[in-house]
């Protein structure tokens, strides 16, 4: 049997094209590297909580283990933010706990200030005080600088209107308070009379 070159390509392209086909026929094999490091959420507790940052009220799920906070991300149902996490609301679970990233284990934050510091006039170094030493060197300070710039009355068209209106203290609120401890603050800074207010979360 004479078996001619052009023969012999169409037979070759026809063996390579049935036996491609037959292999796409069947069920492929999964090719994947097994993972070295086990699922950060196994032998966990899962809770649902809502972040107290603003007043959406943005539904979270909390994953707990041992008593400590290992995961923190949106709950997928609920109604408000359906898995949905602000940059705020997602870095909750950095407000106590850290991820190092050289060995991905949870440690807790180094940086989380859990004591008042202050800074001497003309010093470089933060020092360490009491709790009790902070609010009445605050309390101190700030009857002190609203007793300089207090404007009790202001003449307007002729006339003489109270204004009791503090002029040399400004507030502005951390996009960490929550809406409670605003609502707090804000009646503090009216009750002082200060007029320049505003929060760092609206920026």
């Known amino acids: ?44 507790e899962e809770y649902t909580n ?10 979270s799920l909390c994953s707990v283990r041992d008593g400590e906070l290992i995961n923190l991300e949106g709950d997928p149902d609920h109604p408000i933010n359906q898995g949905g996490l602000c940059p705020k609301g997602a870095t909750m679970f950095q407000l106590r706990n850290v991820v190092n990233p050289e060995t991905h284990e949870i440690e807790k934050s180094k940086v989380r200030q859990t004591k ?47 204004v009791n209106r503090c002029e040399s203290i400004a507030s502005l609120g951390g996009s960490q308070q929550n809406s409670e401890e605003e609502y707090l603050i804000l009646k503090m800074m009216r009750a002082l009379g200060i007029v320049a207010i505003d929060n760092q979360a609206r920026v």
């Open 116 to 162: 008042p510091l202050v800074r001497r006039p003309f010093s470089k170094k933060w020092e360490p005080i009491t709790w009790e030493q902070a609010i009445q060197e605050i309390a101190r300070k700030t009857k002190e600088t609203r007793d300089a710039g207090f404007v009790e009355t202001e003449e307007v068209k002729g006339k003489t209107l109270t």
């Open 50 to 59: 809502i972040c107290c940052y603003c007043a959406g009220g943005c539904g």
């Open 1 to 44: 049997m004479e078996l001619s070159r052009r023969s012999f390509f169409k037979a070759a392209g026809a063996a390579f094209a049935t036996s491609m086909a037959f292999e796409f026929m069947q069920p492929s094999p999964a090719l994947a590297v097994e993972s070295s490091s086990e699922w950060k959420l196994v032998n966990t």
